[in-house]
C-alpha cells in the first residue's frame, strides 16, 4: 500500500484570481468544475495526472495571516535569461517580491497576489527535466525526521537525506521534488498551502489513514465537516489531507 501526491492546495480568499494567476505562471489551464480552481497542464483536464502536482486553489474567508507558509512552490528555468524573463513576467501577472530572510541569493523570491511566498531558481541541472515547478519544499525541524515520514507514507523514491535537507521524487523519475529543508523556529500557524494525497485505485483509505497514524500522523480538525477526504498532520504538524480513491 502507498499513496501518491496529486495536487498541492492553496487556500485563498479569491480562489479563481489565483488559479488564474498560477495558470499562467506556469502556462497550465485552470478549471472550475465547482468551487475550488484546479490548474494543471495545458489541454484537457487529467486527473490525476501521471506525471506532474496540480495546484488546487481552495476558496476560504480567512485572509492570510503574515506569517510565512511552511510549504511552498520552486520554479524551475533553464538559464539566467530565462530565469530573469520569468521573473519580469510573474511580476507583471501580480507578483510581488518577498523577503523571507533569503539574504543575497541566485534565487528569487516572490509572492503570488495573495501573499504566498515562491521561489524562482536560477537554472539547476537536477531540475531540468521537472517541468515547471521543480520542488515542493517543507520548512521543518528535522529533514531526516521527514523524509522517514513521508517516504514510507508516499509511493516515491529518496533522493537525498542529510540533516540540512532531504529530498524524495516520484519512483519513475518524473515530475517534480518533494524536498524538505531545515529552518530552525518555522511558525506552526495553520498552513495556508497543503498536498493531498490519493490512493491507488483498488487500495482501501480507511486502511491507508490507518498505517498514516501509525507512522506518526494524527488527526486534525480545521472545520471540515462531515466530508470524504481525512484531514492529518504530519509528525512536526503540517496538514495533509487523504482523499478518497475515484
Not at 232 to 242: I, K, M, S
Request: charged residues 20%.
Amino acid at each position: 500500500m502507498a499513496l501518491r501526491p496529486v495536487h498541492v492546495i492553496i487556500k485563498a480568499l479569491d480562489a479563481a484570481a489565483v488559479g488564474r494567476f498560477w495558470a499562467e505562471a506556469l502556462g497550465w489551464s485552470a478549471h472550475s468544475p465547482g468551487v475550488t480552481t484546479y490548474v494543471g497542464p495545458a489541454g484537457g483536464l487529467v486527473w490525476p495526472d501521471p506525471v506532474v502536482i496540480g495546484i488546487d486553489v481552495v476558496p476560504v474567508p480567512e485572509p492570510r495571516t503574515t506569517a510565512k507558509n511552511r510549504m511552498h512552490l520552486d520554479l524551475a528555468t533553464t538559464s539566467a535569461t530565462h530565469q530573469a524573463e520569468l521573473v519580469a513576467r510573474l511580476e507583471a501577472l501580480g507578483a510581488t517580491p518577498a523577503d523571507v530572510g533569503q539574504g543575497d541569493v541566485p534565487w528569487t523570491v516572490l509572492a503570488d497576489p495573495e501573499g504566498n511566498e515562491f521561489c524562482v531558481l536560477e537554472p539547476r541541472e537536477i531540475y531540468r527535466d521537472t517541468g515547471p515547478v521543480a520542488a515542493v519544499v517543507v520548512d521543518c525541524a528535522d529533514p531526516r525526521a521527514m523524509a522517514r515520514f513521508w517516504g514510507e507514507a508516499l509511493d516515491w523514491a529518496l533522493h537525498e537525506v542529510a540533516d540540512e535537507h532531504a529530498s524524495l521524487r516520484s519512483a519513475k523519475g518524473v515530475g517534480p521534488y518533494l524536498e524538505f529543508l531545515r529552518t530552525p523556529g518555522a511558525e506552526t500557524v495553520p498552513d495556508r498551502v497543503h498536498l493531498d494525497l490519493l490512493p491507488y485505485p483498488g487500495d482501501d483509505k480507511a486502511a491507508e489513514v490507518a498505517r498514516l497514524r501509525a507512522l506518526g500522523a494524527t488527526d486534525l480538525d480545521v472545520g471540515q465537516g462531515d466530508v470524504p477526504w481525512t484531514c492529518l498532520a504530519d509528525p512536526e504538524g503540517h496538514e495533509f489531507c487523504v482523499l478518497a480513491p475515484s
